[in-house]
C-alpha cells in the first residue's frame, strides 16, 4: 500500500472520534497545500512534507497529536500549540475528545511550515531575487 491507502486505513480503523479528528486534520492540510505530500514514516506515523517534514499526526489512547518538525521556528498567533513549548525544534497540538480544531489557524500554521522548508511563495521570492543579483554580476 502506498502512504495515503495507509493512512485511509489508519482513519478507518479509528472508529471512535479519534478517526474523525484525523480525516479532519488531514483534510485541513490538504486544503491549505494541495502540493504537500503523505508519508508513512517510523513504522505507523502519517506524515506530511512539502520541501522537508511539516507535521507527524498520531492517534494515542486519549488524543490526537499533531507534531510540527520546525514548529519552534513558527508563529503561532492563535495558539494552537500547547505541547513541547519549551522544546528548541517541535511544537505540537495535544487534540482531545470534543476539541474543536480551528482550521483556519490550522492552515495557516501549516502555510507557514511550507514557506519554512523553502516552498511556496516565498522561495520563489528568494529564487527570483537571487537570480536578479547574479545577472547584475554578469553585466
Known amino acids: 500500500m502506498n502512504p495515503?491507502?495507509?493512512?485511509?486505513?489508519?482513519?478507518?480503523?479509528l472508529a471512535d472520534w479519534r478517526g474523525k479528528m484525523l480525516a479532519n486534520i488531514r483534510k485541513a492540510i490538504h486544503d491549505a497545500d494541495?502540493?504537500?505530500i503523505e508519508e508513512w514514516?517510523?513504522?505507523?506515523s502519517p506524515c506530511w512534507s512539502h520541501d522537508g517534514l511539516i507535521c507527524v499526526a498520531n492517534a494515542h489512547k486519549d488524543k490526537v497529536k499533531?507534531?510540527?518538525?520546525?514548529?519552534?521556528?513558527?508563529?503561532?498567533?492563535d495558539k494552537l500549540f500547547n505541547n513541547g513549548l519549551d522544546g528548541n525544534r517541535w511544537r505540537a497540538i495535544d487534540l482531545?475528545?470534543?476539541?474543536?480544531?480551528?482550521?483556519?489557524?490550522?492552515?495557516?500554521?501549516?502555510?507557514?511550515?511550507?514557506v519554512h522548508n523553502g516552498a511556496g511563495p516565498k522561495k520563489k521570492k528568494l529564487a527570483d531575487a537571487r537570480g536578479s543579483q547574479s545577472k547584475a554580476r554578469k553585466k
Do not use: C, H
Open 66 to 77: 499533531v507534531t510540527f518538525a520546525q514548529g519552534a521556528s513558527l508563529p503561532d498567533p
Open 96 to 114: 482531545y475528545e470534543g476539541d474543536k480544531i480551528d482550521a483556519r489557524a490550522l492552515k495557516n500554521m501549516i502555510r507557514a511550515a511550507a
Open 34 to 36: 494541495p502540493e504537500i
Open 41 to 44: 514514516k517510523w513504522m505507523g
Open 4 to 13: 495515503s491507502e495507509l493512512i485511509d486505513k489508519r482513519i478507518a480503523d
